[in-house]
């Protein structure tokens, strides 16, 4: 499965963005779908997860209520709504393919294949 995640940019705080993560490959029905981000000088972190049906999602307390995760298995792709931005929602943002186990899969190793990832600046 390859991934590429694309809708950044920059935005002011309140504002809205979608992205959007476009899947190659015949199997990405199969897999759990996540969206991480990483800041300047901080570690990678979990943003939200979807299950391979679309059924179930997770985010993380910081997110929720603001961000909203979807697919579309028809047409390969996750998306990541996101509204309320914040400053501190500044981060680069990857979407990831995985978590075969048990959900929600919150942990990097829990993912198997990466997308590129994709800039969000959110200006105060």
């Known amino acids: 499965v390859q991934l590429q995640a694309s809708g950044g940019g920059l935005v002011q705080a309140g504002d809205s963005l979608s992205l959007s993560c476009a899947a190659s490959g015949r199997t990405f029905s199969r897999y759990a779908m996540g969206w991480f981000r990483q800041a300047p000088g901080k570690e990678r972190e979990f943003v939200a997860a979807?299950?391979?049906?679309?059924?179930?999602?997770y985010y993380t307390d910081s997110v929720k209520g603001r961000f909203t995760i979807s697919r579309d298995n028809a047409k390969n792709t996750v998306y990541l709504q996101m509204n309320s931005l914040k400053p501190e929602d500044t981060a680069v943002y990857y979407c990831?393919?995985?978590?075969?186990?048990?959900?929600?899969?919150?942990?990097?190793?829990?993912?198997?294949?990466w997308g590129q990832g994709t800039q969000v600046t959110v200006s105060s």
């Open positions: 979807i299950s391979w049906s679309g059924g179930t999602t």
């Open positions: 990831a393919a995985g978590g075969l186990g048990a959900f929600p899969p919150t942990h990097e190793h829990e993912y198997d294949y």
